[in-house]
Every structure is written in C-alpha cells, then in structure tokens.
C-alpha cells in the first residue's frame, strides 16, 4: 500500500475497523445500517454509515480491493480532496437512489461501500476510459468504457429483476454520483471526450426512461 495516497488508507482503514466493529457487534450493525424504516423515522445517517459497514470480510475485502485499483486514477487526475468529495457524494446519492426506490418496503435493509466504490470506479473510466481492464471469467482485457456502460445495463436488469442480494440501485446511484461530480470537477471532458461522456451517459438515459415510463 505504499503507492496509496494516505486519504485511501484512511478511507480503507475507516471501511475495515467500522466493518469489523459491526461483525463483532449486533446491536451496533443494526443501529447503523441502511434501513428504509430507521431513515423515514428520521435516522438520516444511517444514509451514510451504512456506507463503512459490511456484511462479511469477502464483502468488505471486493469493495476495498476495487478502491485500491482505482482511487489512483482519480486522485492522479483530480487530487485527494476532490477524490474524497466523489467518494462521499457516490456514497451519499447511492443510497438516497436505494431509498428512492424502496421508499415503501419498511423493511429494505443494505450495508456497503458498493455505491461509492462504483462511484469512483466510474469517475476513474470516464478519467481513464482506455485502461484495460481484467475480469473474471473473461481470458482478455476488455476496454474499460465498455465495462462500465456493460455493467451499468447490468445493473439496470438486476434492478428489474431483483437478482440476488445486491443493491444494485445503490451501485447505480454511486456510479451516477462518480460520473456527474467528475464533470463538474473536470468540465473540460466535455471539449476534450464528449464521446466518451455521451457513451457513459447511455446507461443512465436508460434508466430514466425506464422508469418514466414504468417499465422499472
């Protein structure tokens, strides 16, 4: 972890000993995970605290193993504050799409970085969108534009069809947090990728449309 900026340290640091509290501690986990009835009650931080706790170690090992790889990128071209803020925003407005969506299952509970962990992964394709990128079960690299738009319309099914017990909207979310603050951020990439930002807009598109018109 030597290469790592000392705000990632802290960030991992922050996801491993919260985690592990919340392992360790039931009534701990359960006072500040997402819960979609603690929230409408007026709970407001389980909005956010629920962002540094998981389920198990491999959950919490996949996200910090993602952030690892990826908040180089964004802090390389964008700085450790502004690496921060897209962190804390995906995480933020990753949830507030969770709830948005669940608004009337009481019941709805989520814990995880997944949401800002996606956001910075997508702020990092749109920095970066030639990286190549590695995945499981796939022999080679894939573009990492092409992994980010194919992961989004994932998404956007697992919402649809409620696969697995994923927060697929929180994923979403985040990426919508990574990809707009980024913009704002850098609004150059308008001048200088306005193909790249039109392409990684196309799964976001999708999404309202869908929901406008009630087909999710």
Same mark, same amino acid.
Do not use: C
């Given at each position: &972890?030597? =290469?790592?900026?000392?705000? %990632? ?5 922050? =996801?491993?000993i919260?985690?592990?509290?919340? +392992?360790s501690?039931?009534g701990?986990f $359960?006072r @500040?995970?997402? !819960? ?6 007026? $709970? ?5 605290s ?6 198990? %170690? &491999?959950?919490l090992?996949? =996200?910090? #193993?993602?952030?690892y790889?990826?908040?180089p ?10 690496f921060?803020?897209? @962190? ?6 990753? =949830?507030?799409?969770s709830?948005? +969506?669940?608004k009337?299952e009481?019941?709805?509970s989520a ?6 962990v996606t956001g910075?992964l ?5 920095? $970066?969108?030639s990286?190549q990128?590695?995945? *499981?079960?796939?022999?080679l690299?894939i ?7 194919l @992961?989004?319309l @994932?998404?956007?099914y697992g &919402?649809?069809?409620?696969?697995g !017990? ?12 990574? #990809?707009v /603050? %980024? ?5 150059? *990439?308008?001048q200088?990728?306005?193909?790249? /930002? ?5 799964p976001?598109v999708?999404l309202?449309? &869908?929901h406008?018109?009630g087909?999710?």
């Amino acid at each position: &972890m030597g =290469n790592l900026d000392l705000v %990632t340290i802290v960030v991992i640091a922050a =996801n491993v000993i919260i985690s592990f509290k919340g +392992f360790s501690d039931r009534g701990f986990f $359960e006072r @500040y995970k997402f !819960n979609v009835g603690g929230i409408r009650r007026g $709970e407001k931080v389980r909005i956010f605290s629920s962002g540094f706790l998981h389920v198990d %170690t &491999m959950h919490l090992f996949f =996200n910090m #193993f993602t952030l690892y790889f990826f908040a180089p990128v964004v802090i390389l071209y964008l700085g450790t504050v502004h690496f921060l803020i897209i @962190y804390i925003a995906s995480l933020i407005l990753g =949830n507030l799409l969770s709830l948005y +969506f669940h608004k009337d299952e009481y019941h709805y509970s989520a814990v995880g970085a997944s949401g800002a962990v996606t956001g910075v992964l997508y702020s990092a394709i749109l920095l $970066e969108p030639s990286m190549q990128l590695g995945i *499981l079960f796939i022999p080679l690299p894939i573009p990492a534009y092409v992994f980010g738009i194919l @992961y989004l319309l @994932y998404s956007i099914y697992g &919402m649809k069809k409620q696969l697995g !017990n994923i927060g697929h909207d929180a994923h979403f979310g985040g990426a919508i947090g990574g #990809f707009v /603050v %980024t913009l704002i951020l850098r609004p150059s *990439l308008f001048q200088t990728d306005l193909l790249m /930002v039109g392409l990684l807009a196309i799964p976001i598109v999708v999404l309202f449309v &869908m929901h406008k018109t009630g087909k999710l």
